[in-house]
Protein backbone atom coordinates (compact mmCIF):
# COMPACT_ATOMS: atom_id res chain seq x y z
CA UNK A 1 0.00 0.00 0.00
CA UNK A 2 1.42 3.04 -0.73
CA UNK A 3 1.41 6.13 2.06
CA UNK A 4 0.67 9.05 -1.59
CA UNK A 5 -3.24 8.84 -1.19
CA UNK A 6 -3.56 10.39 -4.73
CA UNK A 7 -2.07 10.17 -8.05
CA UNK A 8 1.35 11.35 -8.65
CA UNK A 9 3.13 12.65 -11.27
CA UNK A 10 5.60 10.67 -12.84
CA UNK A 11 6.19 12.53 -16.64
CA UNK A 12 5.18 15.27 -18.19
CA UNK A 13 5.03 15.13 -22.20
CA UNK A 14 3.36 18.63 -23.24
CA UNK A 15 -0.09 18.52 -21.62
CA UNK A 16 -0.17 14.62 -21.37
CA UNK A 17 0.73 14.10 -17.88
CA UNK A 18 1.65 10.35 -16.85
CA UNK A 19 1.32 9.56 -13.59
CA UNK A 20 1.53 6.18 -11.20
CA UNK A 21 -1.91 5.24 -11.45
CA UNK A 22 -1.79 4.72 -14.92
CA UNK A 23 1.26 3.26 -15.31
CA UNK A 24 0.15 0.86 -13.14
CA UNK A 25 -3.66 0.65 -14.87
CA UNK A 26 -1.30 -0.17 -18.23
CA UNK A 27 0.67 -3.14 -16.75
CA UNK A 28 -2.55 -4.68 -15.11
CA UNK A 29 -3.84 -4.51 -18.60
CA UNK A 30 -1.15 -6.37 -20.09
CA UNK A 31 -0.28 -8.26 -17.54
CA UNK A 32 -4.01 -9.72 -17.62
CA UNK A 33 -3.98 -9.99 -21.44
CA UNK A 34 -0.87 -11.84 -21.34
CA UNK A 35 -2.02 -14.01 -18.62
CA UNK A 36 -5.19 -15.02 -20.42
CA UNK A 37 -2.99 -15.61 -23.69
CA UNK A 38 -1.00 -18.14 -21.79
CA UNK A 39 -3.80 -19.54 -20.06
CA UNK A 40 -5.62 -20.66 -23.54
CA UNK A 41 -2.37 -22.48 -24.58
CA UNK A 42 -3.03 -25.48 -22.24
CA UNK A 43 -5.39 -27.65 -21.72
CA UNK A 44 -6.19 -27.64 -18.19
CA UNK A 45 -6.18 -23.63 -17.53
CA UNK A 46 -8.68 -22.85 -20.30
CA UNK A 47 -11.05 -25.23 -19.27
CA UNK A 48 -10.72 -23.72 -15.93
CA UNK A 49 -11.10 -20.56 -17.92
CA UNK A 50 -14.34 -21.48 -19.84
CA UNK A 51 -15.97 -22.73 -16.66
CA UNK A 52 -15.57 -20.31 -15.01
CA UNK A 53 -17.01 -17.69 -18.06
CA UNK A 54 -19.72 -19.74 -18.86
CA UNK A 55 -20.82 -19.70 -15.13
CA UNK A 56 -20.39 -15.84 -15.00
CA UNK A 57 -21.95 -15.29 -18.18
CA UNK A 58 -25.17 -17.33 -17.44
CA UNK A 59 -25.21 -15.42 -13.90
CA UNK A 60 -25.36 -12.28 -16.32
CA UNK A 61 -27.93 -13.13 -18.66
CA UNK A 62 -30.38 -14.08 -15.27
CA UNK A 63 -30.00 -10.69 -13.79
CA UNK A 64 -31.67 -8.99 -17.12
CA UNK A 65 -34.86 -8.86 -19.07
CA UNK A 66 -33.46 -8.84 -22.18
CA UNK A 67 -30.60 -10.54 -24.42
CA UNK A 68 -27.86 -9.48 -23.07
CA UNK A 69 -24.92 -11.35 -24.65
CA UNK A 70 -23.11 -9.11 -26.29
CA UNK A 71 -22.51 -7.01 -23.09
CA UNK A 72 -21.13 -10.32 -21.31
CA UNK A 73 -17.30 -10.06 -22.23
CA UNK A 74 -17.52 -6.43 -21.25
CA UNK A 75 -18.77 -6.83 -18.06
CA UNK A 76 -16.86 -9.81 -17.29
CA UNK A 77 -13.71 -7.48 -18.32
CA UNK A 78 -14.15 -4.96 -16.19
CA UNK A 79 -15.38 -7.52 -13.36
CA UNK A 80 -11.29 -8.68 -13.83
CA UNK A 81 -9.50 -5.39 -14.14
CA UNK A 82 -11.22 -3.49 -11.39
CA UNK A 83 -10.93 -6.38 -8.81
CA UNK A 84 -7.30 -6.19 -9.79
CA UNK A 85 -6.86 -2.66 -9.70
CA UNK A 86 -8.64 -2.54 -5.98
CA UNK A 87 -6.38 -5.30 -5.03
CA UNK A 88 -2.79 -4.54 -6.14
CA UNK A 89 -2.83 -1.47 -3.91
CA UNK A 90 -2.78 -4.05 -1.00
CA UNK A 91 0.80 -4.35 -2.15
CA UNK A 92 3.63 -2.42 -1.09
CA UNK A 93 4.61 1.28 -2.95
CA UNK A 94 1.97 0.16 -5.26
CA UNK A 95 -0.78 2.91 -5.50
CA UNK A 96 -4.36 1.55 -6.46
CA UNK A 97 -5.88 2.82 -9.89
CA UNK A 98 -8.61 3.21 -8.94
CA UNK A 99 -7.88 5.85 -6.20
CA UNK A 100 -7.62 8.15 -9.16
CA UNK A 101 -10.61 9.86 -10.43
CA UNK A 102 -9.55 10.22 -13.81
CA UNK A 103 -9.70 6.17 -14.02
CA UNK A 104 -12.77 5.61 -12.65
CA UNK A 105 -13.98 8.22 -15.11
CA UNK A 106 -12.53 6.25 -17.86
CA UNK A 107 -13.95 3.46 -16.64
CA UNK A 108 -17.44 5.21 -16.53
CA UNK A 109 -17.20 6.48 -19.82
CA UNK A 110 -16.67 3.03 -21.04
CA UNK A 111 -19.64 1.95 -19.27
CA UNK A 112 -21.85 4.32 -21.02
CA UNK A 113 -20.65 4.72 -24.42
CA UNK A 114 -21.13 0.67 -24.41
CA UNK A 115 -24.51 0.55 -22.96
CA UNK A 116 -25.67 3.10 -26.18
CA UNK A 117 -23.64 1.25 -28.09
CA UNK A 118 -25.81 -1.69 -27.35
CA UNK A 119 -28.93 -0.16 -27.03
CA UNK A 120 -28.42 1.62 -30.73
CA UNK A 121 -27.82 -2.06 -31.94
CA UNK A 122 -31.08 -3.70 -30.83
CA UNK A 123 -33.55 -0.62 -30.81
CA UNK A 124 -31.98 1.60 -34.18
CA UNK A 125 -32.93 5.56 -34.58
CA UNK A 126 -35.91 4.23 -32.83
CA UNK A 127 -33.57 4.11 -29.42
CA UNK A 128 -33.15 8.26 -29.17
CA UNK A 129 -36.89 8.79 -28.80
CA UNK A 130 -36.89 7.24 -25.76
CA UNK A 131 -34.99 11.29 -24.51
CA UNK A 132 -38.69 12.76 -25.93
CA UNK A 133 -41.09 11.35 -23.30
CA UNK A 134 -43.01 11.76 -21.91
CA UNK A 135 -42.31 15.35 -23.46
CA UNK A 136 -39.44 16.32 -25.73
CA UNK A 137 -39.29 19.49 -23.11
CA UNK A 138 -37.82 16.72 -21.17
CA UNK A 139 -34.89 16.42 -23.52
CA UNK A 140 -32.60 18.44 -21.57
CA UNK A 141 -33.45 16.47 -18.19
CA UNK A 142 -33.33 12.82 -19.54
CA UNK A 143 -29.73 14.30 -20.94
CA UNK A 144 -28.48 15.56 -17.77
CA UNK A 145 -29.94 12.22 -15.67
CA UNK A 146 -27.94 10.25 -18.27
CA UNK A 147 -24.52 12.28 -17.66
CA UNK A 148 -24.79 12.20 -13.86
CA UNK A 149 -25.53 8.77 -13.57
CA UNK A 150 -22.46 8.38 -15.30
CA UNK A 151 -20.72 10.70 -13.09
CA UNK A 152 -22.23 8.69 -9.89
CA UNK A 153 -20.50 5.51 -11.44
CA UNK A 154 -17.06 7.01 -11.31
CA UNK A 155 -17.45 8.64 -7.84
CA UNK A 156 -18.80 5.36 -6.18
CA UNK A 157 -15.89 3.70 -7.25
CA UNK A 158 -13.34 6.47 -6.58
CA UNK A 159 -14.89 7.34 -2.95
CA UNK A 160 -15.16 4.01 -1.71
CA UNK A 161 -11.54 2.25 -2.77
CA UNK A 162 -9.84 5.86 -1.93
CA UNK A 163 -11.72 6.15 1.71
CA UNK A 164 -10.93 2.73 2.42
CA UNK A 165 -7.37 3.43 2.09
CA UNK A 166 -8.00 6.61 4.09
CA UNK A 167 -9.43 4.59 6.97
CA UNK A 168 -7.08 1.92 6.97
CA UNK A 169 -4.16 4.42 7.04
CA UNK A 170 -5.72 6.15 10.21
CA UNK A 171 -6.65 2.95 12.06
CA UNK A 172 -2.72 1.72 11.45
CA UNK A 173 -1.35 5.01 12.97
CA UNK A 174 -3.59 4.94 15.97
CA UNK A 175 -3.50 1.09 16.49
CA UNK A 176 -0.36 0.37 14.80
CA UNK A 177 0.49 -2.90 14.14
CA UNK A 178 -2.42 -4.75 15.45
CA UNK A 179 -4.90 -4.63 13.20
CA UNK A 180 -3.39 -5.73 10.03
CA UNK A 181 -4.80 -8.69 8.58
CA UNK A 182 -8.48 -7.41 9.35
CA UNK A 183 -8.01 -5.22 7.36
CA UNK A 184 -6.26 -6.16 4.80
CA UNK A 185 -9.57 -8.79 4.86
CA UNK A 186 -11.47 -5.93 4.81
CA UNK A 187 -9.66 -4.45 2.08
CA UNK A 188 -10.53 -7.45 -0.36
CA UNK A 189 -13.79 -7.25 1.14
CA UNK A 190 -14.65 -4.07 -0.75
CA UNK A 191 -12.42 -4.73 -3.50
CA UNK A 192 -14.82 -7.94 -4.73
CA UNK A 193 -17.80 -5.72 -3.73
CA UNK A 194 -16.84 -2.93 -5.54
CA UNK A 195 -15.75 -4.65 -8.85
CA UNK A 196 -19.04 -6.68 -8.79
CA UNK A 197 -21.34 -3.50 -8.38
CA UNK A 198 -19.53 -1.35 -11.09
CA UNK A 199 -20.27 -4.22 -13.83
CA UNK A 200 -23.59 -4.75 -12.93
CA UNK A 201 -24.55 -1.24 -13.08
CA UNK A 202 -22.91 -1.19 -16.80
CA UNK A 203 -25.41 -4.25 -17.38
CA UNK A 204 -28.00 -2.87 -15.81
CA UNK A 205 -27.85 0.81 -17.44
CA UNK A 206 -27.78 -0.74 -20.97
CA UNK A 207 -30.42 -3.32 -20.48
CA UNK A 208 -32.73 -0.88 -18.73
CA UNK A 209 -32.41 1.81 -22.21
CA UNK A 210 -33.23 -1.26 -24.08
CA UNK A 211 -35.99 -2.30 -22.06
CA UNK A 212 -37.49 0.95 -22.12
CA UNK A 213 -37.61 1.44 -25.58
CA UNK A 214 -38.61 -2.02 -26.28
CA UNK A 215 -41.93 -1.46 -23.77
CA UNK A 216 -42.95 1.08 -25.05
CA UNK A 217 -47.08 1.23 -25.88
CA UNK A 218 -48.24 -0.02 -29.25
CA UNK A 219 -48.25 2.58 -31.86
CA UNK A 220 -45.32 4.37 -30.38
CA UNK A 221 -42.11 4.76 -31.77
CA UNK A 222 -43.10 3.48 -35.20
CA UNK A 223 -44.85 0.67 -33.81
CA UNK A 224 -47.98 -0.53 -35.90
CA UNK A 225 -51.11 -0.90 -33.82
CA UNK A 226 -51.81 -4.63 -33.56
CA UNK A 227 -55.49 -4.88 -35.33
CA UNK A 228 -58.35 -5.40 -33.34
CA UNK A 229 -59.18 -8.72 -32.07
CA UNK A 230 -62.93 -10.12 -32.54
CA UNK A 231 -65.12 -10.54 -29.73
CA UNK A 232 -65.44 -13.89 -27.55
CA UNK A 233 -69.33 -14.08 -28.81
CA UNK A 234 -70.11 -12.17 -31.76
CA UNK A 235 -73.48 -10.24 -33.03
CA UNK A 236 -75.13 -12.96 -34.82
CA UNK A 237 -76.22 -12.20 -38.43
CA UNK A 238 -79.31 -12.26 -40.30
CA UNK A 239 -78.28 -15.54 -41.97
CA UNK A 240 -77.09 -17.23 -39.14
CA UNK A 241 -80.36 -15.63 -37.69
CA UNK A 242 -82.81 -17.72 -40.58
CA UNK A 243 -80.94 -20.46 -40.01
Not at 39 to 59: D, H, I, K, Q
Not at 123 to 139: A, S, V
Not at 162 to 187: D, F, K, R, T
Not at 189 to 198: D, G, K, R, S
Request: no cysteine.
Amino acid sequence: MNGDYFARDLLELGPLTITDTLVVSLALSVLLAGLGAIAMRFPGPREVLEVAYETLERSVREMVAVDAGPLVPLVLTLWAFILSANLVGLLPLVSSPTRDLSITTALALISFFAGHVFAFRQQGWRYLKHYLKPNPLMLPFNIIGELSRTLALALRLFGNILSGELIAAILLYVAGLLLPVPLMLLSVLTAVVQAYIFGVLTLVFAASSVHVVAGSPPGEDGGEEPPPSSPANPTPTLEGTAS
